[in-house]
């Protein structure tokens, strides 16, 4: 039987104007080193991640799923700034942070794991397909525990974020790193089966990010408080369930 | 559990677009890359390339969505509208819609416009899109981004779930098309070569490629179809960028796939080596092949003739070494190969004849993913 064993997130909501809040007293807690040339993605999977795994050690297989709609953004816009903006050959750790798992790497370095190290996009949804990844290797054998994570990363200034989106201009905004700890064979903790995960694909016009994250968080925040119930996501207009669990 | 059969394959790349014409191009020997001229920096760049002759210019934001349709519908050919409508796809990319961020941008640059930032384009989703409108369908979609092994965790994916019984049937894409990022941030790690030489003396580098491929797997195969074993993946914390050349993530990655096909080093006829040509990364994939296996089956490297593909490696290279297999031949370097003693293993020179049984494909890539597949060759 598998079960969610542990959780951790960070979630902020952000303020037009304000610069992003800091996440180095954070990550001073959980991180076994300090990590050097690593961009705002990275931190929060590794903040995130380290949450989830605090007081515990994982087992060195341990797989990794993490995704996201967007990706590491802030160094992709680095790296184009330099290419394109400044006409130079992008700098090299800029370049490298673009890569999706390079944020997978960080995290597994940090918790002393060499598994299986995935990253899975699906927009709006990213979360959804992580976790039937995970649950189809988890109930195969492949791995027996899963450290799963979905990372939105916002960059400054909000209204260029927004446009990349093609979210409104009054819209709220957030960065998230929420995680779970999939284990099979555990006694305690909410039960889920890859049937619980239901299968939503999302329309062109739906926020990838804003989704993702805000659908992340509200799930975190259930868990951290010990409900079990159907998980709708945040999404104001259609609110359709994510993925709902049993106790 | 049962292995899941290659039931259509799809391609396109520097050796053409027909799979049995670019495995037979490769049994002949390939040919060498074209030269690039990066456009839009300061201090002029060339690097070696290998392009897909489709007569656009290289950085042509439309090429996917031309180039991407015909091989994909090639790979599911022959599935009806109603299983189309619920394929599920996994797809692996390390480029994804980046060429078109890269001219949007620089279009909104160039005219000034007020509201000009960088990537106005963004979307790991934007491939599944293409594949959606490619085939007028499409179920459940995963995009796999892990550097060089984007396409080969995607076909890990798609294997497990059809194994698991979740499908009948699945849909795995790998694609990379040139672009501005990817070309300048591999020429600033200073990892590109003129020439490509894996496991040589002397090797410089890699030369970088393009291409896409599509393959269709299946529950059930027909008689003689090539048949895919799953295989194995996982994570070396050494660095991001660097091999460990001592190559124990490689080994365990190894014996983890040769595990879960229940199978042991000797029962291995061959091996699609990933061999990118950099010193590094030779050294680590020579040091872990010596490791699991006592005596080394023949190993074939495919990147002195099409480039490394970089996230599209896994599925391209699948194909093209089915391929060749399916003309009962082992891929073999043509040219004089200077041996280095360092490694102590040296890729096939000259081509023999491949034999039904099984067959290990290595993908290895930035942020210490490495992934095995294990592919089945049949009597």
């Not at chain 2, 009806?80 to 819609?97: K, M, N, Q, R, V």
């Not at chain 2, 195969?221 to 124990?248: I, K, Q, Y």
Request: charged share 15%; net charge neutral; aromatic share 6%.
């Amino acid at each position: 039987m598998i079960r969610i064993t542990a959780v951790g997130h960070v979630f902020n909501q952000l303020q037009d104007g304000a610069s992003l809040p800091s996440l180095d007293a954070g990550l001073g807690q959980v991180c076994r080193e300090r990590f050097r040339r690593v961009d705002r993605f990275i931190e929060l999977a590794l903040l995130g991640s380290g949450r989830c795994a605090e007081g515990r050690t994982l087992d060195a297989d341990c797989g990794l799923y993490l995704g996201s709609g967007l990706g590491p953004m802030s160094g992709v816009i680095a790296t184009q700034q330099q290419l394109i903006r400044d006409r130079e050959l992008p700098k090299p750790f800029n370049f490298i942070n673009t890569l999706g798992n390079s944020a997978g790497y960080y995290v597994a370095k940090n918790l002393g794991l060499h598994g299986q190290n995935l990253f899975i996009s699906r927009r709006g949804a990213s979360l959804q397909a992580l976790l039937a990844a995970a649950l189809t290797d988890l109930q195969a054998g492949v791995v027996r525990q899963a450290l799963v994570g979905v990372v939105e990363e916002a960059t400054l200034p909000l209204a260029e974020h927004r446009r990349r989106q093609g979210l409104p201009e009054d819209m709220a905004v957030a960065e998230g790193s929420h995680w779970l700890l999939l284990e099979e064979h555990a006694t305690a903790g909410h039960r889920l089966e890859r049937e619980h995960v239901t299968h939503h694909e999302t329309t062109a016009s739906r926020p990838a990010a804003f989704h993702d994250s805000i659908a992340a968080a509200q799930l975190m925040e259930r868990l951290l408080k010990g409900e079990a119930a159907v998980l709708a996501d945040g999404d104001p207009v259609r609110g359709w369930e994510l993925f709902h669990f049993r106790p | 559990m049962a292995a899941v059969a290659i039931r259509g394959v799809g391609l396109s790349c520097a050796l053409g677009r027909d799979v049995a014409a670019c495995a037979a191009a490769l049994l002949a020997g390939g040919k060498p890359p074209a030269r690039v001229a990066l456009p839009g920096l300061a201090e002029p760049v060339q690097v070696a390339y290998y392009r897909i002759d489709d007569g656009s210019g290289l950085f042509d934001p439309g090429r996917f969505a031309r180039l991407l349709p015909g091989v994909v519908q090639d790979a599911v050919a022959d599935l009806s509208a109603s299983e189309l409508s619920t394929l599920p796809l996994f797809i692996g990319s390390s480029c994804f819609s980046i060429g078109q961020s890269e001219t949007g941008y620089a279009g909104a640059l160039a005219r000034a416009a007020s509201d000009t930032y960088p990537m106005p384009h963004c979307g790991y989703d934007w491939l599944a899109g293409l594949v959606r409108q490619a085939i007028g369908g499409g179920g459940e979609s995963f995009t796999y981004n892990t550097a060089c092994t984007s396409s080969a965790n995607a076909l890990l994916g798609a294997c497990r779930a059809l194994r698991a019984g979740r499908h009948r049937h699945a849909l795995v894409l790998g694609a990379e098309l040139a672009n501005l990022t990817t070309l300048s941030g591999f020429s600033g790690l200073q990892l590109l070569a003129d020439q490509v030489r894996p496991f040589e003396a002397g090797r410089e580098g890699l030369v970088l490629g393009e291409g896409i491929a599509a393959v269709l797997l299946s529950v059930e195969g027909a008689a003689g179809a090539m048949r895919l074993h799953d295989g194995a993946s996982n994570c070396d914390t050494f660095s991001v960028t660097t091999a460990d050349p001592e190559g124990m993530r490689v080994a365990e990655v190894l014996r983890q796939a040769l595990a879960q096909a229940q199978l042991k080093p000797e029962a291995i006829q061959g091996i699609k080596a990933h061999g990118t040509g950099t010193p590094t990364g030779d050294l680590a994939e020579a040091s872990g092949l010596r490791k699991v296996f006592g005596t080394l089956p023949p190993f074939s490297v495919l990147k002195p003739y099409i480039g490394h593909t970089l996230g599209a490696c896994g599925v391209i290279e699948l194909v093209m070494y089915a391929g060749a297999l399916a003309q009962g031949r082992l891929p073999a370097r043509l040219s004089p190969v200077a041996a280095d003693p360092q490694l102590g293993v040296q890729p096939l020179g000259v081509s023999r004849s491949a034999p039904p049984g099984y067959y290990l494909l290595n993908q290895f890539g930035f942020g210490g993913n490495n992934a095995v597949l294990v592919l089945e060759k049949p009597a």
